[in-house]
């Protein structure tokens, strides 16, 4: 039996490859580094300095509000683009995922695939830029640009999923003569309720972000108001709204993983 010494001396040896690839590291570093601007950051340490003051004191008057340009009410606006954003995103990924999953079309899934790989390539503010040009500036705008990127995602998770199920009760409904759609409604979906409720929860925690950044391109939100202050250096309006903004993404982290967790493991 080999001591820890042993077994330590006779580890693999890659000496010769980490050296390899820390020199191509650090070259790339210095080849890159001709694109940064130092002189960009002049005026940049007071700028950091006001806001971590203002962060401590922040607009009080905009926390305890609940008037149209109030925190509360913007983050609850926030809050339901994510929502309905979430929601379009999930229903439009069930058609999406099965018809790439390999063990409901087979080799016919490259389809599917094309169509979720273009969608997923798309930038996030183009899209956002696209729909205000059809539904204008405002939440619908942001409910829109979400919906559609989270289809990539999702339709990704579902795909997993679905691929991942029991073929036993697929070849059973096969032998009873069940039709495929037959086959999805009492065969897959039972198998996947819970796994599919679990994704759509962790795409809905990234899209409470996203959402929070989409006001940027006037989708919409807290953001708006975010962006609006920051280019007028109201410090403490700003630091309101970032309160806004970590309060309610530790709330929906803590709570969603609880109930991610209860729905795959039971406990």
Do not use: C
């Amino acid at each position: 039996m080999k001591t820890v010494t042993q077994t330590y001396n006779d580890r693999p040896k890659h000496t010769l490859r980490t050296v390899i690839i820390s020199v191509i590291v650090l070259a790339l570093v210095v080849w890159s580094s001709p694109v940064l601007k130092y002189s960009s950051f002049d005026g940049g340490g007071e700028i950091a300095k006001n806001i971590a003051r203002a962060f401590f004191n922040p607009s009080w008057n905009l926390i305890f509000t609940l008037r149209v340009d109030g925190i509360p009410y913007l983050m609850f606006e926030t809050i339901g683009i994510a929502v309905l954003g979430t929601m379009l995103g999930a229903i439009l990924s069930v058609p999406f995922a099965f018809l790439t999953a390999k063990n409901i079309v087979g080799k016919f899934n490259i389809i599917g695939n094309t169509i979720i790989t273009m969608i997923r390539s798309f930038p996030f503010f183009l899209v956002a830029l696209m729909f205000i040009t059809v539904s204008g500036p405002g939440p619908m705008t942001g409910v829109l640009t979400i919906g559609i990127l989270s289809i990539g995602m999702i339709s990704k998770l579902y795909i997993e999923i679905i691929e991942d199920i029991d073929p036993g009760i697929l070849q059973s409904l096969d032998a009873l003569g069940a039709t495929r759609m037959q086959k999805i409604r009492h065969g897959i979906l039972p198998q996947l309720f819970a796994n599919i409720i679990s994704v759509v929860i962790y795409r809905f925690e990234i899209n409470v972000k996203n959402a929070t950044v989409l006001g940027i391109v006037a989708a919409g939100g807290i953001g708006t108001t975010l962006l609006t202050a920051m280019n007028a250096g109201r410090w403490r309006d700003t630091s309101a709204a970032l309160w806004g903004i970590i309060l309610v993404v530790i709330f929906i982290d803590y709570f969603s993983t609880k109930i991610r967790k209860k729905l795959i493991s039971g406990e």
